[in-house]
């Protein structure tokens, strides 16, 4: 069952102890538009597929990430969030990890799914396996008055 959240409200995301990350919803729009990432463009051909992960969370990052708990410089003021500060943010690797789980994988989850059926490319029953044993006779034709 795909379950839809109609309001679209920016929620926290707690990544580790002491940090999260306020992030607006995983739409369309946003993954189309990290797709287009110009770092993403800018990947040489045959990029290894963490290279390409990478890029992508980062990309989704910057787009989603709206504010941010926890996050500060090495003197420990607190930073603002911008699209250098979710790029370094995003190098430690549990907090992508996390990200990647929390928010990321949702969607691509959601993606997998699609709509729960079963593989059914020319018909409703192509994908289904029998189960009843098949006739032996046919059946007569039912009586007409």
């Given at each position: 069952?795909?379950?839809?959240?109609?309001?679209?409200?920016?929620?926290?995301?707690?990544?580790?102890?002491?940090?999260?990350l306020l992030v607006g919803p995983l739409t369309t729009a946003l993954m189309v538009s990290a797709r287009a990432d110009p770092t993403i463009e800018a990947l040489p051909e045959g990029a290894s597929q963490e290279a390409l992960a990478l890029a992508m969370a980062k990309a989704v990052a910057r787009r989603a990430v709206l504010d941010w708990e926890g996050v500060g410089d090495e003197t420990g003021q607190a930073l603002p969030v911008?699209?250098?500060?979710?790029?370094?943010?995003?190098?430690?690797?549990?907090?992508?990890?996390?990200?990647?789980?929390?928010?990321?994988?949702?969607?691509?989850?959601?993606?997998?799914?699609?709509?729960?059926?079963?593989?059914?490319?020319?018909?409703?029953?192509?994908?289904?396996?029998?189960?009843?044993?098949?006739?032996?006779?046919?059946?007569?034709?039912?009586?007409?008055?």
């Open positions: 069952m795909i379950r839809l959240n109609l309001t679209a409200t920016p929620g926290w995301l707690n990544l580790a102890p002491g940090l999260r911008t699209p250098e500060g979710v790029d370094a943010l995003l190098e430690i690797w549990p907090v992508f990890e996390a990200f990647q789980t929390m928010y990321v994988a949702k969607g691509l989850i959601l993606d997998a799914e699609k709509n729960v059926s079963a593989p059914s490319p020319t018909g409703p029953s192509v994908g289904a396996t029998g189960i009843a044993p098949p006739a032996k006779l046919p059946a007569p034709t039912a009586p007409q008055d």
